[in-house]
Protein backbone atom coordinates (compact mmCIF):
# COMPACT_ATOMS: atom_id res chain seq x y z
CA UNK A 1 0.00 0.00 0.00
CA UNK A 2 1.25 3.59 -0.55
CA UNK A 3 0.52 6.52 0.88
CA UNK A 4 0.73 10.71 0.26
CA UNK A 5 0.50 13.13 3.12
CA UNK A 6 0.43 16.70 2.45
CA UNK A 7 1.59 18.19 5.93
CA UNK A 8 0.06 21.57 5.41
CA UNK A 9 -3.49 21.88 4.21
CA UNK A 10 -3.02 26.02 3.44
CA UNK A 11 0.39 27.96 2.99
CA UNK A 12 0.65 31.37 3.31
CA UNK A 13 3.85 33.61 1.95
CA UNK A 14 4.24 37.05 0.78
CA UNK A 15 5.44 37.86 -2.42
CA UNK A 16 9.46 37.84 -2.84
CA UNK A 17 9.72 35.38 0.28
CA UNK A 18 10.30 31.39 0.28
CA UNK A 19 7.63 28.95 -0.68
CA UNK A 20 8.01 25.71 1.13
CA UNK A 21 5.17 22.81 0.78
CA UNK A 22 5.75 19.43 2.74
CA UNK A 23 4.77 16.26 1.35
CA UNK A 24 5.56 12.84 3.02
CA UNK A 25 5.08 9.27 1.50
CA UNK A 26 4.64 5.54 2.14
CA UNK A 27 5.59 2.90 -0.32
CA UNK A 28 6.61 -0.51 0.07
CA UNK A 29 8.10 -0.07 -3.74
CA UNK A 30 10.85 2.21 -4.89
CA UNK A 31 8.29 5.04 -5.64
CA UNK A 32 8.68 7.32 -8.34
CA UNK A 33 6.97 11.07 -6.69
CA UNK A 34 5.30 13.98 -8.66
CA UNK A 35 4.62 17.49 -8.14
CA UNK A 36 1.19 18.93 -10.36
CA UNK A 37 -0.23 22.34 -10.25
CA UNK A 38 -3.52 23.28 -10.36
CA UNK A 39 -4.53 26.87 -10.92
CA UNK A 40 -8.01 27.67 -10.57
CA UNK A 41 -10.79 26.36 -12.56
CA UNK A 42 -8.28 24.83 -14.61
CA UNK A 43 -6.47 21.06 -15.35
CA UNK A 44 -3.52 19.87 -13.84
CA UNK A 45 0.29 20.70 -15.07
CA UNK A 46 3.30 18.73 -14.00
CA UNK A 47 5.43 20.68 -12.05
CA UNK A 48 8.69 18.30 -11.90
CA UNK A 49 9.31 14.33 -11.29
CA UNK A 50 11.84 12.35 -9.43
CA UNK A 51 12.07 8.85 -10.90
CA UNK A 52 15.19 7.58 -8.81
CA UNK A 53 17.66 9.44 -10.74
CA UNK A 54 19.41 13.03 -9.23
CA UNK A 55 17.69 13.57 -5.97
CA UNK A 56 17.34 16.99 -6.43
CA UNK A 57 14.94 17.73 -8.73
CA UNK A 58 14.50 21.07 -10.69
CA UNK A 59 11.18 21.69 -12.30
CA UNK A 60 9.25 24.80 -14.03
CA UNK A 61 8.70 28.18 -12.38
CA UNK A 62 11.78 28.26 -10.40
CA UNK A 63 10.80 24.98 -8.34
CA UNK A 64 12.58 22.30 -7.20
CA UNK A 65 12.12 19.71 -4.68
CA UNK A 66 14.42 17.25 -2.82
CA UNK A 67 13.48 13.30 -2.35
CA UNK A 68 15.23 12.41 0.73
CA UNK A 69 14.39 8.29 1.19
CA UNK A 70 15.40 8.23 4.81
CA UNK A 71 13.08 10.77 5.84
CA UNK A 72 10.26 9.62 2.98
CA UNK A 73 9.64 13.06 2.23
CA UNK A 74 9.50 15.02 -1.27
CA UNK A 75 9.17 18.86 0.14
CA UNK A 76 8.54 21.73 -2.51
CA UNK A 77 10.16 24.56 -2.86
CA UNK A 78 10.89 28.04 -4.62
CA UNK A 79 13.23 30.59 -3.54
CA UNK A 80 10.91 33.95 -4.30
CA UNK A 81 7.25 33.87 -4.77
CA UNK A 82 5.58 35.25 -7.23
CA UNK A 83 1.42 35.91 -7.32
CA UNK A 84 0.86 33.64 -10.37
CA UNK A 85 2.03 30.75 -8.23
CA UNK A 86 -1.02 31.24 -6.01
CA UNK A 87 -3.03 28.06 -7.03
CA UNK A 88 -3.75 24.57 -5.52
CA UNK A 89 -0.52 22.02 -5.37
CA UNK A 90 -0.64 18.29 -5.36
CA UNK A 91 2.28 15.84 -3.92
CA UNK A 92 1.67 12.20 -5.83
CA UNK A 93 3.46 8.99 -5.51
CA UNK A 94 3.15 6.72 -8.22
CA UNK A 95 3.81 2.61 -7.17
CA UNK A 96 3.17 -0.67 -8.26
CA UNK A 97 0.20 -2.06 -6.78
CA UNK A 98 -1.04 -5.80 -7.86
CA UNK A 99 1.40 -5.17 -10.76
CA UNK A 100 0.16 -2.31 -12.27
CA UNK A 101 0.91 1.20 -11.78
CA UNK A 102 -1.31 3.63 -9.52
CA UNK A 103 -0.91 7.11 -8.86
CA UNK A 104 -1.89 8.04 -5.45
CA UNK A 105 -2.62 11.96 -4.77
CA UNK A 106 -2.43 13.91 -1.42
CA UNK A 107 -4.88 15.95 -0.47
CA UNK A 108 -3.30 18.96 -2.03
CA UNK A 109 -1.68 22.08 -0.40
CA UNK A 110 -3.57 25.88 -1.08
CA UNK A 111 -0.64 27.82 -1.65
CA UNK A 112 -1.73 32.10 -1.08
CA UNK A 113 0.47 34.84 -1.75
CA UNK A 114 0.08 37.91 -0.67
CA UNK A 115 1.40 41.22 -2.33
CA UNK B 1 0.08 19.20 -24.83
CA UNK B 2 -0.90 14.99 -24.39
CA UNK B 3 -3.62 14.35 -26.70
CA UNK B 4 -7.04 13.67 -24.12
CA UNK B 5 -10.48 14.76 -24.17
CA UNK B 6 -13.07 14.77 -22.07
CA UNK B 7 -16.93 14.76 -22.85
CA UNK B 8 -19.29 16.14 -21.52
CA UNK B 9 -17.15 18.80 -20.05
CA UNK B 10 -20.18 20.02 -17.60
CA UNK B 11 -23.55 17.91 -17.14
CA UNK B 12 -26.22 18.58 -14.62
CA UNK B 13 -28.79 15.50 -13.94
CA UNK B 14 -31.16 14.19 -11.61
CA UNK B 15 -30.79 11.96 -8.39
CA UNK B 16 -31.16 7.94 -10.67
CA UNK B 17 -30.45 8.88 -14.07
CA UNK B 18 -27.40 7.28 -15.08
CA UNK B 19 -24.29 9.06 -16.62
CA UNK B 20 -21.87 8.67 -18.70
CA UNK B 21 -18.15 10.46 -19.02
CA UNK B 22 -16.36 9.86 -21.96
CA UNK B 23 -12.50 9.81 -22.04
CA UNK B 24 -10.64 9.74 -25.61
CA UNK B 25 -7.22 9.79 -25.79
CA UNK B 26 -4.77 10.23 -29.24
CA UNK B 27 -1.59 8.79 -27.46
CA UNK B 28 -2.40 4.85 -27.67
CA UNK B 29 -0.97 4.92 -23.75
CA UNK B 30 -1.96 1.37 -21.61
CA UNK B 31 -3.05 3.15 -18.56
CA UNK B 32 -6.32 5.25 -18.56
CA UNK B 33 -7.62 6.07 -15.11
CA UNK B 34 -10.28 8.32 -13.94
CA UNK B 35 -10.61 10.67 -10.51
CA UNK B 36 -13.19 12.53 -8.82
CA UNK B 37 -11.52 15.58 -7.01
CA UNK B 38 -13.53 16.97 -4.43
CA UNK B 39 -12.51 19.72 -1.75
CA UNK B 40 -10.47 18.66 1.06
CA UNK B 41 -9.81 15.31 -0.64
CA UNK B 42 -7.47 16.21 -3.44
CA UNK B 43 -8.34 13.40 -6.40
CA UNK B 44 -8.96 10.12 -5.41
CA UNK B 45 -9.02 7.04 -7.65
CA UNK B 46 -12.36 5.37 -9.10
CA UNK B 47 -11.58 2.44 -11.36
CA UNK B 48 -8.13 2.25 -13.72
CA UNK B 49 -7.39 0.42 -17.06
CA UNK B 50 -3.96 -1.17 -17.55
CA UNK B 51 -5.42 -2.18 -21.12
CA UNK B 52 -8.34 -3.17 -23.46
CA UNK B 53 -10.64 -5.06 -21.26
CA UNK B 54 -8.39 -4.59 -18.36
CA UNK B 55 -9.64 -2.70 -15.48
CA UNK B 56 -9.80 -2.51 -11.45
CA UNK B 57 -11.13 -0.70 -8.78
CA UNK B 58 -9.67 2.19 -6.77
CA UNK B 59 -10.20 3.41 -3.89
CA UNK B 60 -13.76 5.37 -4.31
CA UNK B 61 -15.25 2.52 -6.68
CA UNK B 62 -18.80 2.23 -5.37
CA UNK B 63 -21.58 3.23 -7.37
CA UNK B 64 -19.06 3.81 -10.82
CA UNK B 65 -18.74 1.47 -13.11
CA UNK B 66 -15.94 1.93 -16.59
CA UNK B 67 -15.28 -0.16 -19.79
CA UNK B 68 -12.76 -0.37 -22.24
CA UNK B 69 -13.47 -1.29 -25.62
CA UNK B 70 -10.68 0.31 -27.41
CA UNK B 71 -7.34 1.70 -26.36
CA UNK B 72 -8.29 5.12 -26.92
CA UNK B 73 -11.54 5.12 -25.20
CA UNK B 74 -12.34 4.98 -21.36
CA UNK B 75 -15.87 5.27 -20.09
CA UNK B 76 -16.79 6.00 -16.67
CA UNK B 77 -20.58 5.04 -15.80
CA UNK B 78 -22.95 6.54 -13.17
CA UNK B 79 -25.71 3.75 -13.27
CA UNK B 80 -28.02 5.50 -11.10
CA UNK B 81 -26.86 9.25 -9.92
CA UNK B 82 -26.65 10.50 -6.37
CA UNK B 83 -26.15 14.03 -5.02
CA UNK B 84 -22.56 12.48 -3.91
CA UNK B 85 -21.39 11.47 -6.76
CA UNK B 86 -21.32 15.43 -7.27
CA UNK B 87 -17.97 16.50 -8.03
CA UNK B 88 -15.50 17.16 -10.53
CA UNK B 89 -14.06 14.21 -12.64
CA UNK B 90 -10.73 13.37 -14.26
CA UNK B 91 -9.16 11.38 -16.73
CA UNK B 92 -5.86 10.83 -16.90
CA UNK B 93 -3.26 8.95 -19.21
CA UNK B 94 -0.01 7.57 -18.16
CA UNK B 95 2.72 8.59 -20.53
CA UNK B 96 6.37 8.25 -20.16
CA UNK B 97 6.42 7.64 -16.19
CA UNK B 98 3.99 11.05 -15.71
CA UNK B 99 0.14 11.74 -16.16
CA UNK B 100 -1.44 13.89 -17.98
CA UNK B 101 -5.05 15.02 -17.73
CA UNK B 102 -8.00 16.03 -19.26
CA UNK B 103 -9.68 19.17 -18.39
CA UNK B 104 -12.10 18.08 -16.23
CA UNK B 105 -15.65 17.17 -16.24
CA UNK B 106 -17.82 19.12 -14.34
CA UNK B 107 -20.95 16.76 -12.59
CA UNK B 108 -23.71 18.47 -10.91
CA UNK B 109 -26.69 16.00 -9.58
CA UNK B 110 -29.65 17.19 -8.35
Known amino acids: AQSVTQLDSHVSVSEGTPVLLRCNYSSSYSPSLFWYVQHPNKGLQLLLKYTSAATLVKGINGFEAEFKKSETSFHLTKPSAHMSDAAEYFC?????????????FGRGTSLIVHP | DAGITQSPRHKVTETGTPVTLRCHQTENHRYMYWYRQDPGHGLRLIHY???????DKGEVSDGYSVSRSKTEDFLLTLESATSSQTSVYFCAIMGTGELFFGEGSRLTVL
Open chain 2, 49 to 55: SYGVKDT
Open chain 1, 92 to 104: VVRGLSGGSYIPT
